[in-house]
């Protein structure tokens, strides 16, 4: 049979004849790539269960391997090693070795969800893969991420404010990841801002950066926030941490 996705096959597992002729059949080029066979022991058969109490990786087991998400993917199209439906395969065996090969570009995932729209299966693939760039991350397979910097500095404000202002969470982003505070692109956009946007709506942009204005009332609210999202990051650990026979799904 012919062999897709032959990239995901290791090289010393793949056999090659360049002329190979089966019964008087000169199959060459075609039909002539044979594929060792691979014992697998070190899966985890636990492992889809952990992924499941990471947010987006709820529907994880209900993926039958259609391929609708890897064929409508956005970085797909521009990098064919990036690929959800073997990702979201690879959980559901338990097989995270294979996973931690492709570490480095799970997280460039763009959240375009048009994987996730076109799932007849709800399974949400563009949160299973931000769930498995976390999990990453929580096993230190991988530092602290510009995602997960992104996310911490726009809960901040959340939490100190009751509201977001973009240019700040920008501007504390870009320097707490010791990027240049004058990108190109950046400059490119102030541009358009300038030429497009009455001066009134910039004046209050501008001020808006130097005082932080905060929602009515807030007060303690942004750290009652703060104390109910630790405790279920730390009610989803435990989940995680749970002996498999503990569990009932």
């Not at 995270?96 to 709800?122: A, Y």
């Not at 498995?132 to 100190?160: K, M």
């Amino acid at each position: 049979m012919a062999i897709h996705e032959k990239t995901l096959i290791d090289a010393d597992r793949l056999q090659t004849s360049d002329n190979l002729v089966l019964d008087g059949v000169d199959v060459s080029g075609h039909w002539n790539t044979m594929v060792l066979p691979r014992y697998l022991t070190d899966y985890d058969t636990d492992f889809a269960r952990q992924i499941r109490t990471f947010a987006g990786g709820e529907n994880v087991h209900r993926c039958w391997q259609c391929g609708s998400c890897t064929n409508s993917c956005t970085v797909y199209a521009q990098n064919t090693d990036f690929n959800p439906r073997y990702w979201i395969y690879l959980t559901n065996l338990g097989l995270k070795n294979d996973i931690l090969k492709d570490k480095d570009i799970i997280w460039t995932c763009v959240s375009c969800n048009r994987c996730t729209n076109i799932c007849p299966k709800d399974v949400k693939p563009e949160g299973v893969m931000k769930a498995l760039a976390h999990w990453l991350e929580e096993e230190g397979h991988t530092p602290e991420t510009r995602s997960s910097i992104f996310d911490n500095e726009f809960l901040g404000q959340v939490y100190e404010t009751g509201r977001i202002e973009d240019t700040r969470v920008l501007i504390n982003f870009l320097r707490k990841t010791n990027q240049s505070l004058t990108p190109p692109w950046l400059i490119e956009i102030g541009k358009r801002m300038s030429k497009y946007l009455p001066i009134g709506f910039l004046t209050h942009m501008g001020l808006h950066l130097v005082f932080k204005p905060r929602t009515k009332s807030w007060g303690r609210t942004g750290e009652v926030l703060r104390e109910y999202v630790r405790e279920q990051k730390e009610i989803a650990r435990k989940a995680r941490a749970m002996p498999k026979e503990a569990v009932h799904v």
